[in-house]
Structures are given as structure tokens and as C-alpha cells.
């Protein structure tokens, strides 16, 4: 968030952000005290290993026939907040970690692999399901959700069926 701008400018494609979030995020910021710092975490599948994607939001991108899981990553977000003592200004700092979905579904013991599946097919369950949609869950959804359970082939296509 840029000094002088709200959420509303920073979350504006988020779904139902507006209704359902703003106001409490707006308290929640402005109640952040000089001193305190705050973490959070997100995450989503990226198709592709660039870092900065906009275009790629949601349904907006074409669907595609293959998946290739060479090219897709686990993208996970470290946020942090803090406001600073002389502006009173909320700093709003982030780290990106990209992770490919063969490593995810490699690691040792499965966890991972496992609660991202149900991270995955959680999306339409919640108070927000638009955000399967969001995440661009229909077009890699169903592909990540099989490589990553039965290990999958390096291309996963719709015809195959899962």
C-alpha cells in the first residue's frame, strides 16, 4: 500500500475484497502500532517460473490443453508490516519463494504435497469461492491435484482424464 492510497487501490481485483474484507483490513492497518511487526503467508501455483506475472490473474489467461510440471511452481509469499515511527507510514514488505511441483511432490514424507492438494480443493468451500477462479484453479487444478497425488507424468492433459 502506497502512502495516501487505500486497500481498495492495492486489492482491487481480489474477489469480493470490497464486501467482504476492506473495512475490517482498513481497521486492522490503521491499527497496526509504530513497533509491532505482522507476518502472513499466501500461496498459488504459477505456470511458469517468472516472478511477476498481472496478466496472468484468474480466467483471464486461456485455458490450456497441457500442463507441463517442469514449468509450474508452488509460489509462496512471506509478508511482513510495520509502521515507521516518524511518517506513521505502514511498510508493507514481501519475499517470493518459488518452489518447482517436483520438488513439492518429492519432499520426504509427503506433507507438503498432501495439504496442498487440500489447500486446492478447499478453494471452492469457503466464504469466497470466487477465488478459484482467482487462482486460475481451473486451469491447473485438476493436473496438480493428480501429479502431486500418484507422483503424475511430466505433462498432465485434460484428455487423459485424470
Given at each position: 500500500?502506497?502512502?495516501?492510497?487505500?486497500?481498495?487501490?492495492?486489492?482491487?481485483?481480489?474477489?469480493?475484497?470490497?464486501?467482504?474484507l476492506q473495512k475490517s483490513m482498513d481497521r486492522y492497518f490503521t491499527s497496526?502500532?509504530?513497533?509491532?511487526?505482522?507476518?502472513?503467508?499466501?500461496?498459488?501455483?504459477?505456470?511458469?517460473?517468472?516472478?511477476?506475472?498481472?496478466?496472468?490473474?484468474?480466467?483471464?489467461?486461456?485455458?490450456?490443453?497441457?500442463?507441463?510440471?517442469?514449468?509450474?511452481?508452488?509460489?509462496?509469499?512471506?509478508?511482513?508490516?510495520?509502521?515507521?515511527?516518524?511518517?506513521?507510514?505502514?511498510?508493507?514488505?514481501?519475499?517470493?519463494?518459488?518452489?518447482?511441483?517436483?520438488?513439492?511432490?518429492?519432499?520426504?514424507?509427503?506433507?507438503?504435497?498432501?495439504?496442498?492438494?487440500?489447500?486446492?480443493?478447499?478453494?471452492?468451500?469457503?466464504?469466497?469461492?470466487?477465488?478459484?477462479?482467482?487462482?486460475?484453479?481451473?486451469?491447473?487444478?485438476?493436473?496438480?491435484?493428480?501429479?502431486?497425488?500418484?507422483?503424475?507424468?511430466?505433462?498432465?492433459?485434460?484428455?487423459?482424464?485424470?
Amino acid at each position: 500500500m502506497v502512502k495516501g492510497r487505500s486497500t481498495d487501490d492495492d486489492k482491487g481485483p481480489v474477489p469480493r475484497y470490497k464486501e467482504k474484507l476492506q473495512k475490517s483490513m482498513d481497521r486492522y492497518f490503521t491499527s497496526i502500532p509504530v513497533g509491532k511487526y505482522v507476518k502472513r503467508a499466501n500461496w498459488s501455483i504459477s505456470t511458469n517460473p517468472t516472478l511477476h506475472n498481472p496478466s496472468g490473474v484468474g480466467t483471464k489467461r486461456p485455458p490450456t490443453t497441457a500442463n507441463d510440471f517442469s514449468n509450474c511452481h508452488l509460489r509462496c509469499e512471506r509478508q511482513t508490516l510495520h509502521r515507521l515511527p516518524r511518517s506513521n507510514a505502514l511498510v508493507f514488505a514481501f519475499h517470493t519463494y518459488m518452489t518447482t511441483l517436483s520438488e513439492v511432490r518429492d519432499e520426504e514424507g509427503g506433507t507438503i504435497a498432501a495439504e496442498l492438494v487440500a489447500a486446492n480443493e478447499g478453494l471452492t468451500k469457503g466464504s469466497v469461492p470466487e477465488m478459484y477462479d482467482y487462482k486460475g484453479v481451473a486451469i491447473w487444478g485438476e493436473g496438480v491435484r493428480h501429479f502431486l497425488r500418484r507422483g503424475g507424468r511430466q505433462k498432465y492433459s485434460r484428455e487423459y482424464g485424470g
